[in-house]
């Protein structure tokens, strides 16, 4: 891949230089950049298009980094980096056979390189586990739910458990307040009382809609949450700062409350605990990643697992399940996780429509609600992220004017302020989990809006200190490395 010196050259060596630092400095859209203006000088460097698609990688932009991958193999199809790259995105995107197919091509490449011949082993067995539980999975889906056959009143509180004790069925506040400073303190909840909370979440959720119509009365306030990724003491903040949730101090927390973060089982645990307390005092909205791929993936199924049992990592992917779709407050503002769809002509009503209680599939409603992203510009264009749609101002105008709405607001992307308007200020985004995967630099954000005027009024604040235990710690080794 040696070429000859010219003035572009050199300048572009400049912009790779300054991008790689960047990268260091975990500024991953910079570096995106910067790589991007050394890509216009030097079109035909592979370094460039396979570093940029690592930047990718870790804005979770796996569609864009395996296009730029390809590109990179396309110059030099020898380019072992290439395919390392590509095959990275595409164990993101969950494409385990691509996945495979460029972690054997490098081991062709270099045959006799251990790390290459680890890699592609840790793939190899990383995947046959996933499938292998797949399959199993399909195959208890049509016996049984896990939820019906369990009874949480059978299992017996040892004398020694020193945590969080209930008498009798209902959910109290000093149960949360306890269990909440015993997770701050990492000691755990029973397993009785875990399968409790999940139980009445689980019954609480299957009576709500898919999309969820919330009245917030004149001189109250409604708070929204974006992302939290299993960082417990980033919520607990949020909390300190804000109060905790109650009927008089109602939260929606908007999607993706696990992985990645490696105190998942304490977020989603104390979400559902205070969903059964106030159930109208706090809501939920399902993310991309309350699913069972993406929780095999990115480290929920394996903290379940450690900290519980297998039964209880069935029994969340079944709660899941359940979640709703979206919310609209006072029948002007849509929330939702991801974005909006890759057609012009969804009502209010075709979203109500959705059977929700799926794994989420790979496109229509359900996916985009999910997965979809805004762009600066007008109209639709593909992904970055290889799934859902990218969708500009106007798609974002139009979806309100139909639906007679006001706002949109979403999570699903970091930001460095936490939180960011778009689209002339009819979209929101706000993501809530600071210093995301303890790298990315960024504060978190959470939205109060007040009755009748529904202004939204933003609150930013940085990542806390939590104990030593890094992300994705309970995941898969091999999938520990998209971190």
């Known amino acids: 891949m040696h070429q000859t010196s010219t003035p572009d050259t050199d300048k572009a060596e400049e912009l790779k230089a300054a991008a790689n630092a960047a990268f260091q400095a975990h500024r991953f859209a910079a570096a995106i950049e910067l790589y991007s203006q050394a890509i216009i000088l030097n079109t035909d460097n592979a370094v460039y298009w396979a570093n940029r ?53 490098v081991q062709r490449i270099v045959p006799k390189d251990p790390d290459a011949v680890k890699k592609l082993r840790e793939c190899e067995k990383a995947v046959t586990k996933i499938r292998f539980e797949e399959a199993i999975a399909m195959e208890e889906h049509d016996r049984h739910s896990v939820a019906e056959s369990l009874d949480f009143h059978s299992i017996e509180v040892e004398n020694s458990y020193q945590g969080a004790r209930l008498e009798g069925d209902n959910i109290t506040f000093e ?19 875990a399968f409790q909370i999940l139980l009445q979440t689980r019954e609480l959720l299957l009576a709500s809609p898919t999309l969820v119509d919330i009245t917030i009365p004149d001189h109250c306030h409604f708070t929204v949450c974006g992302d939290i990724h299993g960082q417990y003491f980033d919520l607990l903040n949020i909390f300190e700062l804000n109060g905790l949730p109650s009927n008089d ?19 989603i645990m104390t979400l559902f605990a205070f969903k059964c307390l106030y159930p109208t005092g706090l ?35 079944e709660v899941f399940c359940c979640l709703p779709l979206a919310n609209v407050l006072n029948e002007k503002i849509f929330v939702v996780h991801g974005g909006l769809f890759s057609s012009d002509d969804v009502k209010l009503s075709d979203i109500r429509a959705i059977d929700r209680f799926q794994e989420p ?8 609600l999910l997965w979809s992203d805004p762009h600066s510009g007008v109209g639709r264009a593909p992904s970055k992220r290889g799934v859902g749609v990218a969708f500009g101002s106007d798609v974002t105008h139009r979806f309100l004017q139909e639906n007679n709405l006001e706002l949109v607001v979403r999570s699903h992307e970091v930001k460095d302020e936490g939180y960011e308007e778009d689209h002339d200020g009819k979209l ?17 954000a959470f939205i109060r809006f007040k009755a009748p ?23 898969n080794n091999f999938f520990s490395m998209l971190a």
Not at 79 to 105: E, H, I, T, W
Not at 254 to 266: A, I, K, L, P, Y
Request: proline share 4%; charged share 25%; with cysteine.
């Open 453 to 475: 005027g529904l202004r939204p009024e933003f609150t930013k604040f940085n990542a806390v200190w939590h104990p030593n235990v890094r992300p994705m710690q309970y995941a």
């Open 361 to 368: 599939p790979d496109e229509g409603l359900m996916c985009e």
């Open 428 to 444: 929101i985004t706000v993501f809530s989990a600071p210093n995301y995967c303890d790298q990315m630099g960024n504060k978190g």
């Open 175 to 193: 149960f949360v307040k306890k269990m909440m400073d015993d997770f701050k303190n990492q000691h755990s909840v029973h397993k009785r009382y």
């Open 53 to 105: 698609a690592f930047a990718h990688t870790k804005m979770e932009e796996y569609g864009s980094a395996v296009e730029d991958a390809t590109k990179a193999i396309t110059i030099s199809p020898t380019y072992v980096k290439g395919y390392y790259r590509r095959g990275a995105a595409y164990l993101a995107m969950g494409k385990f056979k691509d996945a495979l197919k460029d972690f054997r091509q």
């Open 283 to 317: 809501y939920l909205s399902r993310g991309n990643h309350e699913s069972k791929s993406m929780n095999k993936i990115y480290g929920f199924d394996g903290e379940v697992k450690a900290k519980f049992n297998e039964t209880m990592a069935d029994l969340f992917a």
């Open 249 to 267: 101090n109602p939260y929606l927390f908007n999607g993706d409350f696990v992985d990645r973060g490696s105190f998942s089982v304490e977020v």
